[in-house]
């Protein structure tokens, strides 16, 4: 396998657009970070057997060259695969809005409120346990809880009466947050972590919402597609001495603007 020294030199613009761009199972918070800032993220094996079929699946791209070994010698690199799909999902936080539906029930029904990084490591668990497979390791969070610590990782939280309904993770870079998962306990409330996400960031001097992968759901956020190429250069253009993002706990009622779309 083509072996890389770090993040810093792994150059993504002529990898796969639909596979693995790299292996390596340091998922320490300087590694993460490393890789966050060059456009890559972690996609760690839920079991032996998935590290063993990574192997198998990826052999032939492993010698080509097409798949990188990121760092030093590990036990088993197989463990996490490293993804930087092309194209890529992001979502500007100036076109950030919820559907009509839900801004009318924030309006008329819902007493939701949000707040930014009060219960982050809640929020990873929430998110961890509706996932199949759970690539959300132990170790991948207390990575997680580290950057968090450090000031790269946040959470918004979505709550009813005191009760978490909905959430969003992730990791800032600069004007870029990648989203690395959210939740909901009730309908909407994914939606409504995101939006307020979108809210506080732009507040920060924040641009982007990175969805990380394509599905119906991050469309129906109003996600689009921008080349891989597009959005590496973005990252390495920004600043990243940022202001942080405000911390307030707030009505979600804000968020429903009359002019609202579908």
């Known amino acids: 396998m083509s072996r890389c020294p770090g993040w810093e030199a792994l150059d993504v613009r002529d990898a796969a657009p639909d596979g693995p761009v790299a292996f390596s199972a340091d998922l320490s918070p300087a590694s993460l970070l490393a ?3 060059a456009g890559v993220y972690p996609f760690p094996a839920a079991d032996e057997y998935t590290s063993a079929l990574n192997e198998v699946v990826f052999a032939d791209q492993d010698r080509q060259g ?3 070994l990121v760092g030093e010698e590990s036990a088993d690199p197989y463990a996490v695969s490293w993804w930087s799909p092309d194209p890529r999902p992001v979502l500007p936080v100036s076109a950030t809005h919820l559907s009509r539906s839900l801004a009318r029930r924030l309006r008329n029904r819902l007493a939701w409120s949000t707040s930014l990084d009060r219960r982050f490591e809640r929020v990873v668990r929430e998110c961890r346990a509706a996932r199949v497979p759970q690539w959300l390791t132990e170790e991948l969070i207390a ?4 950057l968090h610590d450090l000031g790269h990782a946040h959470s918004v939280e979505v709550w009813e009466d005191g009760e978490l309904v909905g959430g969003v993770f992730g990791v800032r870079v600069g004007s870029v947050f990648s989203m690395d998962s959210m939740f ?4 909407g409330a994914s939606k409504v972590a995101v939006t307020d996400l979108a809210a506080r960031f732009a507040q920060a001097g924040g641009e982007l919402l990175d969805a990380q992968r ?8 109003g996600c689009v597609l921008v080349p891989r190429e597009q959005y590496v250069r973005h990252l390495r253009r920004i600043a990243r001495d940022n202001p942080p993002m405000p911390t307030a706990t707030l ?4 968020l429903a603007q009359p002019t609202e779309s579908h």
């Open 35 to 37: 890789a966050y800032r």
């Open 143 to 146: 990575s997680l809880i580290r």
């Open 66 to 68: 097409r798949i990188r």
């Open 214 to 221: 394509d599905s119906p759901h991050v469309r129906s956020l």
């Open 184 to 187: 909901f306990h009730r309908s």
């Open 251 to 254: 009505p979600a009622r804000r």
